[in-house]
């Protein structure tokens, strides 16, 4: 089954609670144990939201069973070491599904003073299934206005800020099929500008907006430590502007679509945004999708337990706050025909969807 709702989880120090950085627990952990905070539901039952967990450093390799602390993915975070192979550690959270994470054993800081047990798959997936139902039953997004998503982002900043950033090569290979080369290019969601500087190294004149100040800001100190010379925008694209027939292209960072909780506010702006583009310029959307029938069923179950008000797919994410918090934003998910049905009610025309994006272009008068 597809997850709509992903386990998430953190590691903080204890007081104040604060996210904890790789660097700072190897130095904390060097000669004795050290109690964390953890953070999240990725873990299930073995470590409730919120509790101190001591954690001593390590003495060789961790064994299976044993409850680690790792950093994934760059972040540091308290996952079971399901499987140990030569310099590498399978890490897998008791309540997530998936084949779980291989980091390198130098990617291990620590071992939790918890039970080493090694859950059964059907365990975990059952704990992730009454997870999924129980989100969908019972909890909404905080605002549908929009502020929810722009604290997450805001305050997610520093963690997107990348040394070397780099589109996706399906993506760009996407962008130079859609967009005339050396045209200007609107990013709508450019966040910390990873998209906006890839472009603008492809040769693109780019201009990106973003609602979120922590993400124009970091995008802006970027872009003149590269010397580039890069608009960024604070705003919200909704009473955001362009000359008409200005653009050779839009490019959506991922699900921003999803973000605009009015069905009408984003018609409105698809139709806007059209007149902007120049003859042949085409919008590259992201929105998030409803794939697969659990998700489907989730998404109904959500609509059914919110009375039926609203639109089908009103859904939200989950984040953790800096502080720890547990949070959700709103997000619309989208069937197929429904984002169809909006991008023609705003006289574009829906052609091929590949992987994170589908291509609209302005349809023509018959």
Same mark, same amino acid.
């Given at each position: 089954?597809?997850?709509?709702?992903?386990?998430?989880?953190?590691?903080?120090?204890?007081?104040?609670?604060?996210?904890?950085?790789?660097?700072?627990? &190897?130095?904390?952990?060097?000669?004795?144990?050290?109690?964390?905070?953890?953070?999240?539901?990725?873990?299930?039952?073995?470590?409730?939201?919120?509790?101190?967990?001591?954690?001593?450093?390590?003495?060789?390799?961790?064994?299976?069973?044993?409850?680690?602390?790792?950093?994934?993915?760059?972040?540091?975070?308290?996952?079971?070491?399901?499987?140990?192979?030569?310099?590498?550690?399978?890490?897998?959270?008791?309540?997530?599904?998936?084949?779980?994470?291989?980091?390198?054993?130098?990617?291990?800081?620590?071992?939790?003073?918890?039970? $080493?047990?090694?859950? $059964?798959?059907?365990?975990?997936?059952?704990?992730?299934?009454?997870?999924?139902?129980?989100? $969908?039953?019972?909890?909404?997004?905080?605002?549908?206005?929009?502020?929810?998503?722009?604290?997450?982002?805001?305050?997610?900043?520093?963690?997107?800020?990348?040394?070397?950033?780099?589109?996706?090569?399906?993506?760009?290979?996407?962008?130079?099929?859609?967009?005339?080369?050396?045209?200007?290019?609107?990013?709508?969601?450019?966040?910390?500008?990873?998209?906006?500087?890839?472009?603008?190294?492809?040769?693109?004149?780019?201009?990106?907006?973003?609602?979120?100040?922590?993400?124009?800001?970091?995008?802006?100190?970027?872009?003149?430590?590269?010397?580039?010379?890069?608009?960024?925008?604070?705003?919200?694209?909704?009473?955001?502007?362009?000359?008409?027939?200005?653009?050779?292209?839009?490019?959506?960072?991922?699900?921003?679509?999803?973000?605009?909780?009015? &069905?009408?506010?984003?018609?409105?702006?698809?139709?806007?945004?059209?007149?902007?583009?120049?003859?042949?310029?085409?919008?590259?959307?992201?929105?998030?999708?409803?794939?697969?029938?659990?998700?489907?069923?989730?998404?109904?179950?959500?609509?059914?337990?919110?009375?039926?008000?609203?639109?089908?797919?009103?859904?939200?994410?989950?984040?953790?706050?800096? &502080?720890?918090?547990?949070?959700?934003?709103?997000?619309?998910?989208?069937?197929?025909?429904?984002?169809?049905?909006?991008?023609?009610?705003?006289?574009?025309?829906?052609?091929?969807?590949?992987?994170?994006?589908?291509?609209?272009?302005?349809?023509?008068?018959?």
């Amino acid at each position: 089954m597809r997850p709509l709702w992903h386990p998430v989880s953190a590691v903080l120090l204890p007081e104040p609670p604060v996210l904890a950085s790789a660097q700072v627990l &190897r130095l904390l952990l060097k000669t004795a144990p050290f109690p964390v905070r953890y953070a999240g539901d990725r873990m299930g039952n073995a470590i409730p939201h919120g509790r101190l967990v001591s954690v001593r450093p390590l003495a060789g390799s961790p064994r299976p069973g044993e409850v680690v602390l790792a950093v994934v993915e760059g972040a540091p975070d308290l996952l079971r070491a399901a499987a140990v192979d030569g310099e590498r550690v399978l890490l897998q959270g008791d309540a997530e599904g998936g084949s779980g994470h291989w980091v390198p054993q130098g990617g291990v800081l620590g071992v939790a003073d918890l039970p $080493a047990r090694l859950p $059964a798959p059907w365990a975990r997936a059952a704990r992730r299934l009454l997870a999924d139902l129980g989100e $969908a039953w019972c909890a909404r997004a905080e605002a549908r206005d929009g502020g929810d998503v722009r604290s997450k982002y805001d305050a997610q900043a520093p963690f997107y800020v990348a040394s070397d950033p780099v589109m996706d090569p399906s993506l760009m290979t996407r962008v130079r099929a859609a967009f005339s080369p050396g045209g200007k290019v609107l990013v709508a969601g450019s966040g910390v500008g990873t998209e906006c500087f890839a472009l603008a190294a492809a040769g693109y004149e780019v201009c990106g907006v973003d609602f979120a100040p922590a993400m124009v800001a970091a995008a802006r100190v970027q872009a003149q430590r590269r010397s580039l010379r890069i608009l960024f925008e604070e705003g919200d694209l909704r009473a955001h502007r362009e000359p008409p027939g200005s653009l050779a292209g839009i490019l959506f960072t991922y699900d921003v679509y999803s973000f605009l909780a009015d &069905r009408r506010e984003r018609i409105a702006l698809l139709r806007r945004m059209a007149a902007w583009l120049a003859p042949g310029g085409a919008i590259l959307l992201s929105a998030r999708r409803a794939r697969g029938v659990w998700v489907r069923f989730l998404l109904t179950l959500q609509w059914v337990a919110g009375g039926g008000r609203g639109l089908w797919g009103a859904s939200h994410t989950r984040w953790i706050s800096v &502080r720890g918090e547990l949070h959700r934003s709103f997000v619309q998910v989208f069937s197929s025909r429904a984002l169809a049905r909006e991008a023609h009610a705003a006289g574009l025309r829906q052609m091929d969807w590949d992987g994170g994006h589908g291509c609209l272009t302005v349809a023509r008068a018959a």
